[in-house]
């Protein structure tokens, strides 16, 4: 086995492994501190990740690396937080989470938003960030964000969530949470573990409380960002 600690939104976990890649993948996110939990991964677990890939290509390190941040986020909800899968962007110590079915372009629009405001706009994470419920809502980088690897080792309050749809014009309109709840819920991972994911439900509720939620129709183009950006900065 091999071992190595990681911080993930202001825990520690002592990460075992058979192969060195996870450690690699997460080398931005050691940690001196005693972990907080541990997670150890067998074969069993990388055959799992490989069966749920249809292509299957791919190496037992990068099988297991998806083992690895399986096991973490079903102890996260213990610690109040949970897995969203969402592009999430910070500019001026706030930060707004753009989220989607794969391939709608999360990822593009948050790349539109760093091309209009250049470096006021931070990568927070671009895939798999984690958000901590707390007395107010954060969410964290982690090193499992995306295939361009874009974020950063930092924590933001996350104030507002944009549900994406592709459209030919760009507007955006506050939801209702009960309208947003579905959706969101589809980005949210859910532990296989009951108590775990009863918490998770528990956190989802409070999330919807405490954050602003949006529908962003748009296109492509760089008005995206400028149409998006002009509402969401305006959030207290």
Partial sequence: ??????QFADKTVEVN???????LYCKDY????????????????IEFERSRDEIKTFTDGYYEELAVYRKICEKMPLYDTFLF?????AVDGKAF????????GKSTHAALWRQYLGDRAVMVNDDKPLIKISDVVTVYGTPYDGKHRLSNKIAVPLK???LLER????????????DAFPKVLGQVYHPSDKTALAKTLDLINVFMSRVEFYK??????IDAAKVAYDRLIMID
């Fill in 1 to 6: 086995m091999i071992t190595g600690n990681y």
């Fill in 17 to 23: 492994s058979i192969f060195n890649t996870v450690h």
């Fill in 30 to 45: 050691i940690s001196e501190d005693e972990p907080d939990f541990v997670v150890t991964t067998d074969a069993g677990d």
């Fill in 85 to 89: 899968h969402g592009s999430v962007i």
């Fill in 97 to 104: 989470a753009f989220a989607a079915p794969s391939g709608t």
């Fill in 160 to 162: 507002a969530v944009c």
């Fill in 167 to 178: 459209s030919d014009e760009n507007r955006i309109e506050k939801m209702r949470a009960s």
């Fill in 216 to 221: 962003l129709q748009c296109n492509m183009d």
